[in-house]
């Protein structure tokens, strides 16, 4: 946590002059005029941005490839994948193409000289069970092709692919939208031939899939699963955002992802949730607030015990917190929202003077498991100059 400094000043004196501040609470900071999204690394890893669920022409999205590098290069992505179907092949009148690697071939192309990992893949496409899954990391998209339903995970295992189920609730395949864990699948886990489960695909969030998760040792993943269009898809004008899946990695390479999504350090960020294992969602929580400056406020008599606390957030996230209690706010009651890339004011009554005081916060838009919420501490010093 970062030490602070105390302010004596009066208010508006103090906010004008806290050094580099740029912008208070209700305001924000110029990252909404670019649409690339921003999380802080953790202690030890790289923060990596990753969507790996896109369709294209090749299937049944409605863009060529490049479209799909050139909206992952605006939302500031590290990895993508595009998963055409390769059962459903809707456009293949119109864009015949016997070679099913030929779209990661075209966006590798796009990608060139640019600061993007992008990974072969491909969706496997079959009615419940197994029902959708992506396999990433897959040298050779053509040779799944064809093959029963078991026989298809086999080989994408055999190549060494990296296996994701794919929207476990879907309502069209589960119809009343739970994830379920069929006999099919606990066969499939038992030879090792999934990795990883969508908690979250496109507009949708799973409860069902986070326990199968969690109880199943599975990677928690979530992705855009996007056809048509990123902006319009998730209203990005009015500060909507793709889901994407935020993986702590050593380095940004092909080889240090794909060792961070086996040993599942991931976080998902849906719809201004963040989903993950306690360890990794509490440190990107913690590495994305820190405490600006603390001013104690005055009385008549000299100083009252009142402290203003300028929290900064530097992270996507609009955090809302619910205090745990060990003291009470002078201008919020027990929940506050600490908006993305902006600083906050949040004034604390500890009753006396106290040189450092805890806050403690349970996070309520963010998940460890279903109906599990986080708790995060800061660390406030309020010593004087
Ligand atoms: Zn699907
Ligand atoms: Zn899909």
């Known amino acids: 946590m970062k030490r602070t400094q105390v302010w004596v000043l009066s208010g508006m004196t103090v906010l004008a002059s806290l050094s580099g501040m740029s912008q208070v609470e209700g305001q924000t900071s110029g990252s909404q005029e670019s649409r690339a999204i921003t999380f802080p690394d953790i202690p030890g890893y790289k923060t990596l941005i990753c969507d790996f669920h896109q369709h294209t022409v090749f299937s049944d999205g409605d863009v060529w490839p490049t479209v799909r590098v050139w909206e992952a290069l605006a939302d500031g992505l590290d990895a993508i994948s595009i998963t055409d179907h390769l059962e459903y092949q809707p456009h293949e009148e119109d864009i015949p193409h016997p070679d099913r690697n030929r779209v990661y071939q075209i966006a590798l192309e796009a990608a060139t000289d640019r600061d993007l990992l992008v990974i072969n893949g491909a969706e496997i496409t079959r009615d419940m069970p197994p029902g959708h899954a992506n396999a990433i990391f897959l040298p050779d998209a053509n040779k799944l092709v064809g093959l029963d339903s078991i026989e298809v995970f086999r080989e994408a295992k055999r190549q060494g692919a990296y296996v994701i189920w794919n929207h476990p609730h879907w309502y069209a395949q589960s119809p009343n939208g739970t994830a379920v864990l069929t006999k099919m699948h606990k066969q499939m886990l038992k030879e090792g031939l999934i990795q990883a489960i969508e908690v979250v695909n496109e507009h949708s969030y799973s409860d069902e899939a986070l326990k199968i998760a969690i109880d199943n040792k599975l990677t928690i993943m979530g992705a855009s699963d996007i056809h048509d269009m990123i902006e319009w898809q998730f209203n990005l004008k009015d500060g909507g955002h793709r889901p994407v899946t935020l993986v702590f990695a050593t380095e940004k390479t092909e080889e240090a992802l794909r060792d961070a999504l086996q ?64 003291y009470s706010f002078y201008d919020h009651a027990d929940i506050v929202t600490v908006k993305a890339n902006a600083v906050t ?16 916060f349970k996070v309520l838009n963010a998940l460890t498991a279903p109906n599990t919420h986080p708790l995060i501490s800061l660390n406030v010093y309020t010593t004087q100059n």
Not at 285 to 311: A, C, D, H, P, W
């Open 263 to 326: 040993n599942g350090r991931t976080v998902v960020w849906f719809d201004n949730t963040l989903i993950g294992k306690k360890e990794y969602l509490v440190s990107l929580v913690q590495q994305s607030l820190f405490i600006r400056q603390t001013q104690v406020m005055e009385s008549y008599n000299g100083k009252s015990t009142v402290v203003s606390v300028y929290i900064e957030n530097k992270s996507d996230v609009d955090y809302i917190l619910e205090n745990q209690k060990d």
């Open 345 to 360: 004011m949040l004034q604390v009554k500890p009753l006396k003077e106290l040189k450092t005081f805890n806050l403690r």
